[in-house]
T-cell receptor, first 112, second 114 residues
Framework: KQEVTQIPAALSVPEGENLVLNCSFT??????LQWFRQDPGKGLTSLLL?????REQTSGRLNASLDKSSGRSTLYIAASQPGDSATYLC???????????FGQGTRLTINP | KAGVTQTPRYLIKTRGQQVTLSCSPI?????VSWYQQTPGQGLQFLFE???????NKGNFPGRFSGRQFSNSRSEMNVSTLELGDSALYLC?????????????FGPGTRLTVT
């Protein structure tokens, strides 16, 4: 059974810092890994999608890496801004089951 | 293209009642999935529909059901509501059935059962 873990559960940093969010998964049989952002009470916004054959993806100040063999992904946020405050979720698309398995998320607060 | 839309956005129901939630996928997307989000359990997969057929189902009781119409719009139904069904219900769509396709989520329906 695929399990996804995100560390830390919560993170508070001053504006301008670079930061790393971690995601680990137990089964390497995945199609891809997605990072999402969720604002309080809202739906999920897709940030980055990394296919299983890829090592990283970049979008603006965000960079996500994937090491399938070790079951790890990181989301790097450069020059953080207060508007980056949200919960960040990673999810793996499980082979065979055709579903996303989510981590519990990291609640990020950027202090002005 | 318009994103995934869900209606209603908020719903309050009483225990024992039933409820129907609706999801319209991104135009051209034929796969629709449903997820339940609660503070205790996080995001959990309910089911996925593709071309009007349920392709996969999560570990939820039979009170949770769904369907998909020929225009790819989907509905999910929860019968005999329980307090524990209070949650944010999220719908996602993707372009194809293969697992490599990116999932796009709607804003969710907040269901409160009293």
């Amino acid at each position: 059974k695929q399990e996804v873990t995100q560390i830390p559960a919560a993170l508070s940093v001053p504006e301008g810092e670079n930061l790393v969010l971690n995601c680990s998964f137990t089964d390497s049989a995945i199609y891809n890994l997605q990072w999402f952002r969720q604002d309080p009470g809202k739906g999920l916004t897709s940030l980055l999608l990394i296919q299983s054959s890829q090592r990283e993806q970049t979008s603006g100040r965000l960079n996500a890496s994937l090491d399938k063999s070790s079951g790890r992904s990181t989301l790097y946020i450069a020059a953080s801004q207060p508007g980056d405050s949200a919960t960040y979720l990673c999810a793996v698309q499980v082979q065979g089951a055709q579903k996303l398995v989510f981590g519990q998320g990291t609640r990020l607060t950027i202090n002005p | 293209k318009a994103g995934v839309t869900q209606t209603p956005r908020y719903l309050i129901k009483t225990r024992g009642q039933q409820v129907t939630l609706s999801c319209s996928p991104i135009s051209g997307h034929r796969s629709v999935s449903w997820y339940q989000q609660t503070p205790g359990q996080g995001l959990q997969f309910l089911f996925e529909y593709f071309s009007e057929t349920q392709r996969n189902k999560g570990n939820f009781p039979g009170r949770f059901s769904g369907r998909q119409f020929s225009n790819s719009r989907s509905e999910m139904n929860v019968s005999t509501l329980e307090l524990g069904d209070s949650a944010l219900y999220l719908c996602a769509s993707r372009d194809g059935i293969l697992g490599t396709y990116e999932q796009y989520f709607g804003p969710g329906t907040r269901l409160t059962v009293t």
